[in-house]
């Protein structure tokens, strides 16, 4: 493969593990391949020192839109440019993957594509399947991220996906666990449970269900907690702590580069996700060997977690179940703790 290029198509760059995973990946792909290119209407968010990996995208922050559509539009216009006037590629399409393919078709490049989320959530109706089912069948392979999520491509689409779990590097989570963690909100804690999530503030990510949890369970449990994330609904979240008079106990706070110190710090994780792919920070936590606590939604956790063996499982967006699981963490801290 070493003759041959490789174009990753991802116009949208978040903070998070899809993030990572894009970086983990294409440094890696250098390895078997002549060239990598990523195109992204998110170019600005890419800083690699890797001289092989090319960036195609607008450069000016003015250009760079918003909008997720604007950005679909934009990276298919640089695909297009790329495909007109370079040789034959290999298209690998990480994010509007409908969109890769018709272009991949029409000009007949090869194309892999990476799902990275169940469909249970965004094929859930007949027609939405039957429009994907049938794009799906024009790639050349298909990657899924966890075994649960292959098993749902089978059923949903008769479809076969290869199994690929997202890419972790364990070495670098514990020596950047090492730094020094400059969130000062767990500070002289002494007998209160200091909780994290970590993630985009969408409703996937479903935060609101942790604070309603703990809202409840203000009288009864000393805690505080820190969501580590940024996105559409970080002013919804806060309201809500600012109605339950939460701002002593709850505090929101921007991605950083380096979440692993606050991780370490915790004495538990929750993720609350509604659906997922495989949730890369909940193999980050189990690095960390943090107690877990977190959502049985399809696809992902379940698998990481074997059934609940190394974390406590509740059901999906059902806030009580969660409540009664942070009161089970808290009332045998130790003995779960040391399973880990």
């Given at each position: 493969m070493q003759n041959k290029e490789i174009v990753i198509f991802m116009p949208s760059i978040e903070s998070g593990g899809v993030e990572k995973n894009l970086f983990i990946i294409s440094n890696y792909l250098c390895e078997n391949f002549k060239k990598v290119s990523i195109v992204t209407a998110d170019k600005n968010r890419i800083i690699s020192k890797n001289k092989k990996i090319l960036v195609y995208g607008p450069s000016s922050n003015f250009l760079i839109p918003k909008n997720r559509i604007f950005k679909i539009i934009i990276s298919l216009i640089y695909l297009?440019?790329?495909?007109?006037?370079?040789?034959?590629?290999?298209?690998?399409?990480?994010?509007?993957?409908?969109?890769?393919?018709?272009?991949?078709?029409?000009?007949?490049?090869?194309?892999i594509i990476r799902a990275n989320s169940s469909p249970t959530i965004w094929a859930k109706n007949k027609f939405k399947k039957n429009i994907f089912t049938f794009f799906f069948r024009k790639a050349d392979a298909i990657i899924v991220n966890s075994y649960d999520l292959q098993k749902e491509f089978r059923k949903k689409f008769k479809l076969k996906s290869?199994?690929?779990?997202?890419?972790?590097?364990r070495q670098k989570i514990l020596i950047n666990s090492k730094k020094k963690n400059y969130e000062s909100f767990f500070?002289?804690?002494?007998?209160?449970?200091?909780?994290?999530?970590?993630?985009?503030?969408?409703?996937?990510?479903?935060?609101?269900?942790?604070?309603?949890?703990?809202?409840?369970?203000?009288?009864?449990?000393?805690?505080?907690?820190i969501i580590m994330?940024?996105?559409?609904?970080?002013?919804?979240?806060?309201?809500?702590?600012?109605?339950?008079?939460?701002?002593?106990?709850?505090?929101?706070?921007?991605?950083?580069?380096?979440?692993?110190?606050?991780?370490?710090?915790?004495?538990?994780?929750i993720l609350s996700s509604k659906y997922e792919g495989l949730p890369n920070v909940l193999l980050e936590a189990l690095v960390l060997k943090k107690p877990i606590i977190s959502s049985n939604c399809p696809t992902g956790p379940r698998e990481i977690l074997e059934g609940g063996k190394y974390g406590l499982l509740f059901k999906n967006d059902n806030k009580s179940d969660l409540q009664n699981k942070i009161i089970e963490f808290s009332n045998n801290k130790k003995n779960i703790t040391k399973k880990f």
């Open positions: 297009l440019f790329k495909i007109l006037f370079s040789k034959k590629f290999l298209i690998l399409s990480f994010q509007s993957n409908i969109f890769a393919i018709i272009v991949s078709t029409i000009f007949n490049f090869k194309i290869y199994c690929i779990y997202n890419p972790l590097d500070d002289n804690c002494k007998n209160v449970l200091k909780i994290v999530n970590i993630g985009r503030l969408t409703d996937q990510k479903n935060q609101i269900i942790i604070l309603k949890a703990l809202a409840n369970l203000k009288d009864k449990l000393s805690f505080r907690f994330g940024s996105g559409n609904l970080k002013k919804n979240l806060q309201n809500y702590i600012d109605q339950k008079n939460l701002n002593e106990n709850i505090k929101i706070i921007n991605f950083k580069k380096n979440p692993f110190p606050l991780l370490k710090s915790a004495d538990l994780f």
